[in-house]
């Protein structure tokens, strides 16, 4: 079976995460994906946080499935040719380089034109235009700078960082999302144009009810679904929220069976208004569901956290689980704490090919995330990273270059 991009090649000029989730998901999806690293040392995650000595860390090989690997010092004159046969061939150049690194190689949005006007040139960066755009970012500066950490964690504590990335993975998704726009762009113009996604932007986009809970406060004063109200004090931004729900249905983390020993015995539990009669008999407050105090969802917030304690005092007498179990016979939305272990030994995610056991040629088998977007006419199929510089010599044949040139160019340090 084809897939989706087959045909669109992609000169991968990413490194660690936010430009490799870009690049892998597009070779998921079919596209040839050449990613070029230095000789010798090659995308610095793959000697970080290594497990095993001298071989490529699960860091690397778990951000770079599906891709085939060439070395080249696009610094060296003769490197340059071989990085210029590259865009001449490829549709699109994608790059999570420092800001202005391109540039310095030599590579401008111009001359880049010059060599292929079809290219489309895909980047990350920290900050768009403006005070920070030359600025280098990691993952949890753009989780500080886009609004994520301002508004995570309790309200008695420090901000706080997630673990999810969505810095960097949640600004990839974002890029890809951008690259497949701008060539179905190109199918009408027959241009290349430029891409931006500044991580910044990705995670304030991600923070978006924080941006309407901000202008929601500035109105009114008070948040009633937060957990500072009625007793506590807002200020003039948006607090932290600890776990109550981003939404209009009142949600908490909850105790189960088990809390004591088990750091993630715990569900979390929405107190969706249209099965509150449920919710009020599963836990043995059926008196609840008609109390004028408790019956609507409006005289219900100031008493939510008398609610989710008596919800609680339920939910501690079963496991994750069982509470999962009966609360979903009644409709009831909650969703169990399911630790990194949980996950990694789920049948059904298995299945699906969400988690994927890869075979590696010097580190043996590992587990993956696969695909998370299932495309019914193009299956993924997930295969394991280059080893560095894997696919020098064969892509090189491909821009034309004989053994003997491609060796003239290995002693002379240019690929
Ligand atoms: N041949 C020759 N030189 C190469 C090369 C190659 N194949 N590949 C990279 N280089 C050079 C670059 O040209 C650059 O040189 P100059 O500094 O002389 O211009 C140099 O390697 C280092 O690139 P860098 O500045 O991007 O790398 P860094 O490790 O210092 O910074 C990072 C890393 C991530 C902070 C920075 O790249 C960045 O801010 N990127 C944009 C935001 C981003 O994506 N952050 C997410 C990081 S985690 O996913």
């Known amino acids: 079976m084809g897939k989706a991009l087959d045909g669109v090649r992609i000169l991968d000029f990413t490194h660690v995460q936010s430009g490799p989730t870009c690049t892998q998901l597009l070779a998921w999806f079919g596209a040839d994906v050449i990613k070029v690293e230095r000789a010798g040392a090659g995308d610095i995650t793959r000697e970080q946080l290594r497990d095993i000595p001298d071989v490529d860390s699960l860091y690397f090989t778990m951000l770079n499935h599906n891709k085939r690997s060439v070395t080249i010092d696009t610094k060296h004159p003769e490197g340059k040719q071989v990085l210029e046969a590259l865009i001449q061939k490829c549709d699109v ?24 006007p079809r290219m489309i040139v895909a980047s990350v960066k920290g900050f768009g235009p403006g005070p920070y755009e030359d600025c280098k970012v990691y993952e949890n500066v753009a989780q500080c700078a886009g609004g994520a950490a301002s508004t995570t964690g309790f309200d008695d504590g420090p901000p706080v960082v997630t673990g999810a990335q969505i810095g960097d993975s949640g600004t990839g998704l974002h890029l890809a999302l951008g690259i497949v726009t701008a060539l179905y762009q190109r199918t009408q113009t027959g241009r290349g144009q430029r891409v931006l996604a500044a991580m910044q932007d990705g995670v304030l986009n991600l923070c978006r009810v924080k941006l309407r809970d901000q202008q929601r406060l500035e109105r009114t004063g008070v948040m009633k679904e937060y957990p500072q109200y009625p007793n506590g004090k807002f200020g003039e931004a ?33 107190t969706q208004a249209p099965v509150w009669a449920k919710i009020c008999n599963v836990i043995g407050k059926e008196e609840w569901a008609t109390d004028p105090d408790y019956a609507t969802p409006v005289a219900r917030l100031p008493r939510l956290k008398e609610i989710f304690a008596e919800i609680e005092r339920w939910t501690m007498t079963k496991t994750k689980f069982e509470a999962m179990q009966i609360l979903n016979k009644y409709d009831i939305p909650c969703g169990p704490i399911l630790s990194m272990k949980e996950i990694a030994e789920e049948p059904s995610l298995r299945k699906t090919g969400t988690i994927v056991e890869v075979d590696h040629p010097t ?3 590992y587990l993956t995330v696969g695909n998370p977007i299932k495309l019914s006419d193009s299956p993924t199929e997930v295969k394991r990273s280059p080893l560095l510089g894997e696919h020098t010599d064969e892509v090189m044949a491909e821009l034309g270059y004989s053994p003997e040139q491609i060796s003239a160019l290995r002693t002379a340090g240019a690929i």
Do not use: H
């Not at 150049?93 to 060599?115: H, K, S």
């Not at 600890?242 to 539990?269: M, R, V």
């Open 363 to 365: 580190r043996g088998k």
């Open 238 to 270: 948006v607090p932290r929220a600890g776990n109550a729900s981003g939404g209009g249905q009142p949600g908490w983390i909850l105790k189960c069976k088990g809390w004591e020993t088990d750091p993630n015995a715990y569900i979390y539990f929405i």
């Open 93 to 116: 150049l994608v790059e999570n380089f420092a800001p202005g690194a391109l540039d310095r190689m030599g590579f401008t949005w111009e001359r880049i034109q010059e060599l292929n």
